[in-house]
């Protein structure tokens, strides 16, 4: 069995759940900083606080997934965004315990530093992922076993750009969450957000995939797309991916500006998870194999095929276990959110 | 000292694992103790066990997002800062740590969520069932990460890759079930419930002190000082066997922690010196002598640290130290136990008097045991990550040390702030206590309990 290969799905896999779990919930920590009043502000937090746990628990999944099944791919990657990680380690820092800590904090002063340090933590660990991103896919350089570049070598016009559309898709999770969890004035508001992002995800899609293509030829050659010519043999199989995250935009739009509060709440969700999808798919395509862009693959990174077997027995057993209980709690708080329904005081 | 990358790589790995330790340590011991008062309370039907849970769930609740937040930071660190590591020993403790994820993180994180805010939605049954999956997560959880690092400190069931110099494991269960494991596992997590059950003496005490002597603050002293009475025994014989073992496979960690330079068949037991590793002698030392044929079961001459070539030598100093405030700490716990016990017995727990001025300082033993215990074990370990394979300076990441000294700059100004924070508003509900009428039942039973308006409402009739 080709166990690197089924690792990377599985990581890729974990990953995409992280990005829409928790791109929520930092989503909705960075438009808490617009939130009108008080109340509101723990009404958004209120739809996230059961399940922040753990959504993050998917990060971890992530990175220690990286570290078990691809331990050279790791070995390289972090150190390139060393930066980058910090940002987003202390930024996720100070979101999570805000959570709690925004409820205890007795003065005025102590409670508006916890609320700016979860839409603000939420805000940099948002923009720290997407540089993270940004600089994945603009490729790290290698010597032998390890990282070779500079510490600023991921900083480029380009992971800002990636680092700005993963902000803005984020927001645009984070509202069509709220959208589905929240009623009255602060839905409508929340679709309001949603409208926005959505419109600036669809630039920030197009800019991005535009270019990526030209960040390596190899990306170039697989899609059969240049700046002069599209070669159809190749681009023709792989189009209905942009097709479909097109189709996805445009009925998203309706949802959200067209039909508003006639459309059902639980699409404008669907519908942004699943331009994620397209989105991460595309991505998928342009890297495949590479695990450390342009210069190692799965195959070449990964750990021995017994540690991947071992992992695997576990993963096999215990994913479906976690997915079903994660699917249980988030359906044991189905609904709009409650108000009263907490255990602070 | 040069503060180049390796330096202040080992400092920023020290104080992001050591600020961490606590919060597991502490909530390890604390669900254990929520499970077990909320089966107290389905059980006995016991409106005190209720009040003991719904109170200390809200410490746990922001302990357990500390230790959420700075476990995070340690899943990035050793690729961040300890890249040859992590390529090395990837494909052998990966897969621990990966497991640890995968069979304790999520139980922990999800079912947390119905802890804390799912009493409404689901029975008494299945919230106590949530409970008890936390409480099992976390003790998963450090049965993995002990045997990750025991791996580190008695590498067994491996071979090296001649091509690549990395590590690979031949035998799992070798591998996961390494010698030092067994004992460490059970050493830690007995460290915890101590630690948790010195917290909590420490919280009922400062109650009796302040005069607010309610049923939940006299079980709270009488379960944590029964807990101490009764596992502190229990820890001195899993310390005992700890260094049995380790003594058997890192001899020059157990030379460090006894004082000892020299190789003798009989050797001492150090109360006091000041280890001085330039010119290989204690200063101003303090000895028991004669006390190795009672303590380690062996034959074989006890090998002081001039046996191995200095640059093998773990740093005398902090290991030397660190045990022996370890060892302090544990025996004032113990004494505190069995003194908790006696007013017990006596019906005098909640007279103010000595025994609560001193209960309250002891509530910080725990965590000094745990991270002294631990410096004692890591840098024992020292010159190397993998003992006796991958030294320290080997391991590290081709990072600058600009970067590195950013990062720790950063760690500590941001642990300082959450510390802090955490810490006071722990103890603001810690030391708030019980100070409304136990007997009172909550009069809107269709509101389950622990929903923020039968909390309110409990307080409002029970004021």
Known sequence: ?345 | MEFDALILSRLQFAFVVAFHIMFPAFTIGLAAFLAVAEGLWLFTKKEVFKRLYLHWVKIFALAFGIGVVSGVVMSYQFGTNWAVFSDKAGSVIGPLLGYEVLTAFFLEATFLGVMLFGWKRVGPTLHFVATCAVAIGTSISAFWILSANSWMQTPVGFDIDPETGNFFATDWWAVIFNPSFPSRYVHMMLAAFITTAAVVLAAGAYQVIRGRVTEPTRWQIRMASGTLLLLMPLQIWAGHWSGEVAHHYQPAKVAAMEGWWETSDVQGTILFAIPDAENERNIAEIMIPGTSPYLFNTDEPLQGLNAFPEDERPPVFPVFWSFRIMVGAGMIMLFMGGWGVALWAMKRIEKPGLFHWLAVPTGILGFVAVITGWIVAEVGRQPYTVYGFLRTEDSISPVEPAAVATSLIVFMVVYAIIFTAGVIYMARIATRGFDDDPTDPPVREHRAPGSALASVTDKAEEA
């Open chain 1, 1 to 345: 069995m080709d166990y690197p290969l089924i690792w990377s799905l599985l990581i890729a896999t974990a990953v995409m759940l992280y990005v829409l779990l928790d791109g929520s919930d930092l989503g909705i920590g960075i438009l808490t900083a617009f939130a009108k009043s008080d109340e509101e502000r723990n009404l958004m937090t209120a739809t996230i606080e059961p399940v922040w746990d753990g959504n993050e628990t998917w990060l971890i999944l992530g990175g220690g997934g990286l570290f078990a099944a691809f331990p050279l791919a790791y070995a390289i990657l972090m150190p390139a965004f060393y930066i980058p990680v910090l940002l987003m380690l202390a930024a996720l820092i100070f979101r999570g315990v805000a959570f709690e800590f925004r409820h205890k904090a007795v003065r005025t002063t102590t409670r508006h530093f916890w609320n700016g340090a979860f839409s603000y933590g939420s805000l940099f660990a948002a923009f720290a992922q997407g540089l993270i991103l940004g600089g994945f896919i603009q490729g790290v350089s290698v010597d032998g076993r390890s990282f070779a570049g500079g510490t600023f070598d991921w900083l480029t016009p380009f992971t800002l750009l990636v680092a700005l559309s993963v902000t803005g898709g984020y927001v645009l999770l984070g509202s069509s969450w709220l959208v589905l969890k929240t009623e009255g004035g602060l839905q409508k508001w929340s679709r309001a957000w949603a409208r926005r992002s959505s419109l600036f995800v669809a630039l920030a899609m197009a800019a991005i995939s535009l270019a990526t293509l030209s960040i390596d030829p190899r990306v170039t050659e697989r899609w059969g797309v240049t700046m002069q010519a599209i070669e159809f043999g190749k681009f023709l199989p792989l189009a209905p991916i942009p097709l479909l995250a097109g189709l996805l935009l445009v009925a998203l739009w309706r949802d959200l500006s067209i039909l508003g509060d006639k459309a059902p709440d639980w699409r404008p969700m669907v519908l942004s998870a699943a331009l994620f999808l397209t989105g991460y798919l595309g991505l998928g395509i342009s890297l495949f194999p590479y695990l450390v862009p342009f210069e190692l693959t799965i195959w070449e990174t990964a750990a021995r095929d017994n540690a991947l077997q071992l992992m695997l027995v576990g993963a096999s057993i215990m994913l479906p276990v976690i997915l079903a209980y994660t699917i249980y709690v988030y359906s044991l708080f189905w609904g709009k959110v409650d108000p009263e329904e907490s255990y602070h005081d």
